[in-house]
Every structure is written in C-alpha cells, then in structure tokens.
C-alpha cells in the first residue's frame, strides 16, 4: 500500500467511482445523440448497438442495454443530473430507468440513496410487476430461434401462434410417415419401429420436411404446401439480434 492508508485508498477508491459513473454519463450522452443523428447508419450498421458492437468492441447484449439506457435518460432528466454530478451510479441509473417517468423520477431517485445496486435492482423488478399486475400479458412475438451447440449440432426454438404451430407439427408427422412408407416401399420385408425411437422419428420428420423439393407428390397432405409458405415468411424476418456468449440467434418474424 506504500504511504497510503486503507482509509485513504477507500477514499480514492470511492473518489474515482464517482469520476467513471461521470464519464459513463458523458458516453451515454453521445451514444444518444449519435443514435439520434443515425450516425451509425452511414456507416453501414444496422442499428446503434449493431455499430457500438463492431466500433467499441462491447458484445451485442452490452451494446443494447447502453443504447437503452441512453435514450431513457433524454426524457429523464433528475435521473440524467444525478448521474452527471455521480450522485447515483450507474448501475443504480440503468435500473430505475426500467420504471421511471418524469412524474415518479424524484422520488425514485431519493429512494436508491437507501439502497445498494443489487436492491434498487430487486425493488424495481418488483415494483413493475406491481405496475403490470392489473394489464394482460403481452402476447409474445412470433420469433425463431437459432442456437449452435458445441457438438455441431443446431438447437431451433420458434414461437407461433397456436394454429401455425399445429400445421408445424401436422406437417412434421405427415413428412415422418412418407418417409418411413418410402423406406418400406424399398425393404424386403417391413420391420417394426421400436416405441423408443419415437423422438428420433419426430427429428427425422423434421428433416425430411426440410429435404422436400418441390417436385414432391402432392398428396393429401397440403399442409406441406403450406409449411413451405410458413418456412417462406420465417426466412423472411430480419436479424434482431445476435449473442456471442452462446452463438444465439435470434429473428423477429413480420
């Protein structure tokens, strides 16, 4: 420690905070106005995060969060001075920017004075479950999921509206069966599926579905067909975003 004291290092310590929450006001600002200006456009991103991502170096989920933050602050401006001045930290300020507006922002700027980063954190969770307590859930939106696995493999999630998801599966089962009538069409003699095979015969359906040329015998079966149209409007979404911590991805559907 040299010639300084555990005291003194506390206070430099505390000292220094307060000039780094200072200067992340100061990055927030112009993050806002850059955003604003669509700075990040002519330079051929996609969105702010997306330019912060390949300038600054932060990973997508970092880059958002700070877009985020940055824009809650222009129209909270007790929050904004109180981080300026290092009356609050900043972790403190990204948590009530979750709940905050200009008519409760005082109040809940005084209230973390009372509190750690992690229990402001646990406060406003709280607090706006509170506040939607009385509203609906908000429906989901219609996404696909993409996520590589370490042994090469590729985990798809898709969230639909109930009939979408039900022509999913019909179409799953109906690409199961023709492949398994195809494969006892061409055998000598026809062999029974063992009853534990039944989740790998639901992934070879899966796969079948995605090998159907358009040639394919139109059976039926439309909902080949249509499953092609469906996989059509997902291919059709755009990339909202990517996480390099797990190699998610992730597509908003229009």
């Avoid at 001045?85 to 948590?95: C, D, M, N, Q």
């Avoid at 999913?168 to 492949?179: G, I, P, Q, T, Y």
């Amino acid at each position: 420690m040299g010639m300084f004291s555990v005291e003194e290092l506390g206070q430099e310590i505390a000292v220094l905070a307060v000039h780094i929450d200072a200067a992340t006001h100061r990055l927030l600002e112009c993050i806002r106005h850059f955003d604003e200006a669509f700075g990040w456009a002519e330079q051929g991103a996609t969105s702010c995060a997306h330019w912060l991502a390949w300038r600054v170096g932060w990973d997508p989920a970092t880059a958002r969060e700070k877009v985020r933050v940055a824009r809650a602050l222009g129209k909270l401006p007790v929050i904004d001075q109180a981080l300026k001045t290092g009356k609050l930290s900043y972790a403190k300020a990204r948590a009530l920017t979750r709940v905050a507006k200009p008519e409760t922002e005082g109040e809940l700027v005084a209230m973390s004075a009372y509190a750690t980063g992690a229990q402001l954190e646990r406060l406003c969770r709280g607090y706006r479950r509170a506040l939607a307590g009385d509203e609906p859930p908000a429906p989901e939106e219609r996404t696909v999921r993409r996520r590589d696995l370490p042994g090469g493999m590729v985990r798809l999630e898709i969230t639909l509206h109930p009939d979408e998801a039900d022509l999913v599966m019909r179409a799953l089962d109906c690409a199961r069966e023709r492949k398994h009538a195809n494969e006892l069409a061409g055998a000598s003699a026809a062999i029974p599926v063992p009853t534990e095979n039944a989740a790998r015969d639901h992934d070879d359906g899966r796969v079948a579905l995605g090998d159907c040329s358009p040639r394919a015998p139109t059976d039926p079966d439309v909902q080949i067909s249509r499953i092609r149209l469906l996989v059509l409007r997902l291919r059709c979404g755009s990339v909202d975003a990517v996480d390099d911590s797990d190699g998610r991805q992730r597509v908003t559907l229009q």
